[in-house]
């Protein structure tokens, strides 16, 4: 079974992609684990330290082909409104990961979060999509990685 040392965020010209892997916001907060591609290649992924990864970011095997990954689409909340900026506020108060688009917000599917958006009058409607909320403001990549 091949291993992933590391992950890159670009494709080098150099080097083939043998699969691709679709993975979940959650399942992209990875240091080491073993995985299996959508087509069945099972790998290892042993990283020096936990990273957050992105849509079209790839594990580097050690024979030093490429698994390209793809996010997978999820059960979000798409948040709507004329008051997206205090609901935003509330949101990131509690520290919760978040896609800010320019007429609407995606948050992951939580029935008390859902109930706290209506009270803040907020449009909400269940999507199934892709997830790809904002980084952390302290370099980590998620937002709730800096130290309270």
Not at 20 to 25: A, D, G, K, P, V
Not at 29 to 48: A, P, Y
Not at 57 to 78: A, T
Not at 119 to 126: A, I, R
Request: charged letters at 30%; proline letters at 1%.
């Amino acid at each position: 079974m091949q291993t992933a040392f590391k992950i890159t965020d670009h494709k080098d010209a150099s080097k083939n992609i043998l699969d691709e892997i679709t993975l979940s916001y959650e399942e992209r907060f990875i240091r080491r684990k073993k995985l299996t591609t959508d087509n069945g290649t099972e790998f290892l992924v042993n990283l020096e330290e936990t990273v957050s990864m992105d849509e079209d970011h790839y594990f580097e095997l050690e024979n030093g082909n490429l698994i390209q990954v793809v996010s997978k689409e999820e059960n979000l909340i798409e948040i709507t409104g004329n008051n997206l900026k205090h609901i935003i506020w509330h949101i990131g108060n509690r520290h919760l990961p978040c896609q800010i688009e320019k007429k609407r917000i995606l948050i992951q599917d939580d029935a008390v979060i859902l109930d706290m958006i209506l009270k803040l009058h907020g449009n909400v409607k269940k999507v199934f999509e892709k997830f790809k909320p904002e980084g952390g403001a302290y370099g980590m990549g998620r937002t709730h990685s800096h130290k309270h």
